[in-house]
């Protein structure tokens, strides 16, 4: 076996992350000398409780059949030392020093070869109809911008993010907070699967089967952060969880972006305390490439303006031009009776123009 299977043997065992991974480097020079060393050196290393702990585990683990699940389950995994390892990644204070990598794993190479156009979408997993359509809106156009969407697979802004990056041929990056063969959520398994359809990947720090535990979000969080130029929040509340990857970002040197939005939704708070500390407020993707030092002429493709085939239409989308509306407020301000606004709308939904929200409210199509 070579020095990066010794790596994968040591990510399997849950005493022994990162921090105490260098430590342990730096004391046997390889990982295979730590790996073989006794339980007597190790303990003066990791402590005497931890030492027993990872020789009963040695003991019974064999690396060699390890691998070979990997392989049934057409897993990847790369090494901290390997040239395919994210350069980014390896740049912020300690990185996974094993990554598993289910799909696409050339992906991580064409991130590199793109000149690490990589952009983490992030927000709250109770979004509004607000959120849903700025994530959406912002999403797409970053992935013309040609960039590869990196987010957390969790419920909310991260399955839109996802999603909508396979919707329009773009990449997309899942980090997971558990192993790479688990889907978590499982309400977002298609999702997953259509990450790996699509040439994206799933990639996590976890060894094969690890459920997700309290811990292992933060953690996930602070990838999703070294993996990405930048950190765009779209909505949250003051407490959530895509604050960490924010604030991982900073950390990291990267830029961060958030979306202001109704100062009377709580799920603004988020992006209004992120603005507070610096970040770059944004209304528009122009703003995200003007701060990232990139042209709006990178959009590999330009968005047409929406244009109606009849006067009717065009005045339904000019009173959408700047929110979704509600059916009964079109039908008071276009002054036409519910069976013409009804007619018009579905029409308008057909041709792709417009789509229909929740609760019977209406917004011209991305």
Not at 105 to 125: H, M, P, Y
Not at 207 to 235: C, D, Y
Not at 313 to 338: G, V, Y
């Amino acid at each position: 076996m070579g020095e990066k299977d010794y790596y994968l043997g040591f990510s399997s065992f849950s005493g022994i992350g990162p921090i105490k991974f260098k430590i342990v480097l730096a004391k046997f020079g390889t990982a295979k000398d730590a790996w073989e060393a006794t339980k007597s050196d190790l303990g003066k290393v990791v402590g005497e409780k931890l030492a027993i702990k990872f020789d009963e585990f040695r003991r019974k683990f064999s690396i060699a059949d390890y691998i070979s699940q990997l392989e049934k389950k057409d897993v990847y995994f790369v090494t901290l030392t390997e040239g395919n390892y994210p350069k980014l990644l390896k740049q912020i204070k300690n990185p996974p020093f094993v990554l598993y990598v289910k799909g696409n794993i050339e992906i991580l190479k064409q991130v590199q070869d793109d000149n690490e156009r990589t952009i983490a979408v992030v927000g709250t997993r109770r979004t509004t109809s607000y959120g849903r359509e700025v994530t959406t809106i912002l999403t797409q156009d970053l992935v013309l911008a040609g960039f590869t969407i990196v987010s957390g697979l969790a419920i909310g802004v991260d399955a839109i993010s996802h999603r909508t990056a396979i919707e329009n041929g773009g990449k997309t990056i899942a980090v997971l907070g558990c192993g790479v063969d688990c889907c978590y959520p499982r309400e977002n398994m298609a999702i997953y699967d259509g990450i790996l359809k699509s040439g994206g990947c799933v990639i996590s720090e976890y060894p094969l089967g690890q459920p997700p535990t309290k811990g292992s979000f933060p953690a996930r969080n602070r990838i999703i952060a070294g993996l990405s130029l930048g950190v765009l929040v779209t909505e949250g509340a003051e407490d959530s969880g895509s604050l960490i990857t924010a604030d991982y970002g900073i950390k990291f040197g990267r830029k961060v972006f958030a979306v202001p939005g109704p100062i009377t939704s709580s799920l603004s708070k988020g992006p209004y305390k992120l603005i507070a500390k610096g970040a770059k407020l944004v209304t528009s993707t122009k703003d995200i490439l003007d701060d990232l030092g990139l042209r709006i002429e990178d959009l590999r493709i330009k968005k047409t303006e929406r244009k109606g085939d009849t006067e009717e239409e065009n005045l339904i989308l000019k009173l959408l031009q700047n929110e979704p509306l509600h059916f009964d407020e079109l039908a008071r301000r276009t002054k036409f009776d519910s069976s013409k606004i009804g007619s018009l709308l579905s029409l308008m939904e057909i041709k792709g123009v417009i789509r229909s929200l929740d609760s019977g409210r209406f917004s011209i199509s991305p």
